[in-house]
């Protein structure tokens, strides 16, 4: 029996042949090594990893007990093999010649996982263009892809790149968000997003994540984003080049903001690490960039990287990081992590 690293204690690995057992059956571990690795259901005899499986091979022996009296055995060769056994290649049906800005994160319900990424360049007979799509694979174990998906809209017009990607707790839904370029647009950069299905299928129409204008500054980029439920995600992008404000909003699967509700664009946004109450000796206090994000029981963790020009006109940088809740609140002070 071959599981894989990860296998969730939720999964049945073994369950009695049907039939076979008669009601007052009971069902124990026998003794022997790792014993502790698994438990069992005494009346069904249907077996689980007692944690989250970790690589190894374990053998196993399922007594069978009538009326105190053993009646019977099953041997189990259990082994856990690591996520991949080989170097591969996953592809994508696409005329990209060049893969960029990828994302990889793992399905909830340990089934495979999603990679997302970019493609910047393509051809168009024997020409080279600037083409940018953004887009994901969901992947098995194997290599195997079983979906393939490109973000809807106006292609190769728009360029894309920054890509990132976060899945639903229950491994349904899936959320890509991007950085789209227009050169027919003043603000040059903005952050749109787009929810769809396990299948595939688009849940949602292309929607807005930054403001689109030049308020702050021209560039709405390098967005990351984090499931709080099933229904609602929090996206957070940088507004500034190199480094800047950090903004957010929780979206629903509709797109729509549900955090906060205002006319103005920037009253409703999130801002996330305090631009202009946090005491720090910085030229722009509270730039950050390097973003990164995940998901807690209560809401989301989010972590960047704070540069930092001292009086002695000497730059450095600190890691810092955040507790957000489900509904955008931030929770606490920003602190240090190094």
Do not use: C
């Not at 929810?195 to 595939?200: K, P």
């Not at 690490?273 to 390097?290: A, E, K, S, V």
């Not at 973003?291 to 600190?318: K, M, R, Y």
């Amino acid at each position: 029996m071959n599981f894989r690293r990860g296998t969730s204690p939720e999964v049945i690995i073994y369950r009695p042949p049907s039939g076979s057992a008669e009601p007052a059956i009971e069902y124990r571990i026998g003794s022997g090594v790792n014993t502790n690795l698994f438990d069992i259901d005494r009346s069904t005899g249907e077996l689980r990893f007692h944690h989250v499986a970790e690589v190894g091979a374990y053998s196993l022996t399922i007594l069978e007990l009538l009326n105190g009296e053993q009646v019977g055995s099953t041997t189990l060769e259990i082994v856990v093999e690591p996520y991949l056994t080989s170097l591969q290649k996953i592809s994508s049906n696409s005329p990209s010649l060049i893969h960029e800005d990828y994302q990889v994160q793992l399905m909830p319900d340990q089934s495979g996982y999603v990679l997302a990424r970019s493609s910047p360049y393509g051809m168009s007979g024997n020409d080279l263009y600037y083409f940018q799509d953004a887009a994901f694979s969901i992947v098995d174990w194997s290599g195997e892809i079983e979906t393939l998906v490109v973000a809807t809209g106006d292609l190769p017009k728009n360029q894309r790149n920054d890509v990132a990607v976060a899945i639903s707790p229950d491994s349904q839904t899936i959320l890509l968000v991007w950085s789209e370029y227009d050169a027919t647009e003043a603000s040059r950069y903005y952050v749109l997003g787009q929810y769809f299905g396990r299948d595939g299928t688009a849940k949602s129409e292309l929607f807005q994540v930054s403001p689109r204008d030049t308020a702050w500054d021209d560039y709405e980029i390098e967005p990351s984003a984090v499931f709080v439920d099933n229904t609602h995600a929090a996206i957070m992008w940088q507004e500034g080049y190199g480094d800047g404000v950090l903004f957010g909003n929780v979206f629903n699967l509709s797109g729509n903001v549900t955090s906060v509700d205002s006319q103005d664009p920037y009253d409703e946004l999130i801002d996330l690490f305090g631009f202009l109450d946090w005491p720090r000796n910085q030229i722009h206090p509270g730039f950050i960039n390097d973003v990164q994000s995940i998901a807690l029981d209560e809401g989301f963790l989010i972590v960047a990287t704070d540069p930092a020009l001292s009086f002695n006109s000497q730059w450095s940088s600190d890691i810092v990081a955040r507790v957000v809740g489900p509904n955008g609140a931030t929770v606490g002070e920003t602190f240090l992590v190094n």
